[in-house]
């Protein structure tokens, strides 16, 4: 069996490093593909492909292309088996080659998509949960897509969450410098760059002093974000008031961003500890959840990982304005509705940002407890399963996919 995964940044192996492993316990010929055409500079140059993680089961063999009209040409002369890769595949590279494509959900990305043809050019799509399907169905109701969604779509669960069994919480807080006898609160710091650059963003939340918001508000002339102003309601106060939460609670805080968005000095200087990802695989944000009693974030998809691990989270919600996404995003991802990700009482807690300035300075972490039934009902819901197997699910899938005799 010989089976390719497209990667494009290194940060895809958050998800694809386990089902790698995993074809390479079972003996297949395993092949990464490393798109070469990414950018090695700006925003997203420190995930450029220039290396790959170590793995207990050996290394896959590596190979390169420019672009899907390179990879296109490789496997018409030289076709794998499956090909496994995270975003909808690429009609010219698969129309070029023999072998079947499995595509595989990433986070709530799959409802991003403008249109449902990834769906008509996968032979198979790995969705987390049935909930899922149903969920992607709605996304795309009025294309006529539906019944083909409903065929392609299996439930395998999330492969990423495979790498939480190698994790010790000790190594961790011995490795990274974390205190062993206090609690921690891990902060996800929003996205100040990567974010939609809307009015809210970056005249009222990003500027650091109550004048500079003033100022571009008044040239602006967004009047409706005047109170925001005249109680300084930005990012900055933001990060204060979780410290004072985190000095109540006897908590070590510790921030967590993405190269793409740097955490501004203001907020490192409150943090007891800071980290971008170090790794991976497995990844960092699976090692500090793995320690964590609270995760604060602003409408991150990581609140499915914690709920995995464990970890109750709260989420800091902005407007629909202030985000600037597209309707659909707010009702189907950014949004505070009971029963969704966001919002399952006992595992992921969430209030409209505005009024956090003032609720970090009553609540405790008493405020956002964990229930264990809650846990395994929402795990249950948009993760299918709850056994660290999810990879060979995956792979089980693929292996049906894959033409007769290979």
């Not at 169905?137 to 392609?152: L, Q, V, W």
Request: a positive charge.
């Amino acid at each position: 069996m010989r089976i390719a995964f497209i990667i494009h940044r290194k940060n895809y192996y958050r998800l694809l490093g386990p089902v790698v492993e995993e074809g390479l316990r079972r003996g297949w010929r395993v092949e990464c593909w490393y798109d070469w055409s990414q950018p090695r500079d700006g925003a997203k140059g420190s995930e450029f492909l220039d290396s790959a993680p170590t793995m207990a089961m050996g290394a896959p063999e590596v190979r390169t292309f420019l672009g899907f009209e390179d990879l296109a040409e490789r496997f018409r002369a030289d076709s794998p088996d499956v090909v496994v890769t995270l975003d909808p595949p690429d009609p010219a590279a698969r129309a070029g080659s023999t072998a079947r494509w499995l595509w595989l959900q990433y986070s709530a990305d799959i409802l991003f998509e403008p249109t449902p043809r990834g769906f008509s050019d996968a032979d198979a799509v790995g969705v987390y949960s049935a909930y899922w399907t149903d969920r992607i169905e709605e996304r795309y109701r009025d294309t006529g897509a539906a019944p083909e969604i409903r065929r392609k779509t299996r439930p395998v669960g999330m492969p990423e969450l495979d790498a939480a069994r190698r994790i010790d919480p000790e190594e961790v807080r011995r490795r990274l410098g974390l205190p062993r006898d206090r609690p921690i609160v891990l902060y996800l710091s929003f996205p100040l760059r990567s974010n939609p650059p809307t009015f809210w963003l970056r005249g009222v939340f990003t500027p650091s002093t109550r004048l500079g918001q003033a100022a571009r508000t008044l040239l602006a002339r967004r009047m409706e974000y005047w109170p925001d102003v005249r109680e300084g309601l930005n990012d900055r106060r933001l990060v204060e008031a979780v410290r004072r939460f985190c000095d109540r609670a006897g908590a070590a805080l510790v921030m967590k961003s993405r190269l793409k968005d740097p955490i501004p000095r203001y907020a490192r200087r409150r943090a007891d500890r800071a980290f971008y990802d170090l790794s991976h695989y497995p990844p960092t944000i699976l090692e500090l959840l793995s320690v964590a009693s609270l995760c604060i974030h602003a409408y991150s998809t990581t609140v499915l990982e914690a709920g995995y691990c464990g970890v109750p989270s709260l989420c800091l919600a902005p407007t629909d304005a202030a985000m600037g996404q597209p309707a659909f995003a707010s009702e189907f991802v950014h949004n505070l509705k009971p029963g969704w990700i966001y919002n399952w009482p006992g595992v992921a807690y969430g209030v409209p940002l505005r009024e956090a300035y003032d609720g970090l300075g009553r609540w405790s972490l008493a405020d956002f407890p964990l229930d264990r039934r809650a846990r395994s009902d929402y795990v249950e819901r948009f993760l299918g399963f709850d056994d660290g197997r999810s990879s060979g699910r995956l792979l089980d899938l693929a292996e049906g996919l894959a033409p007769e005799g290979r």
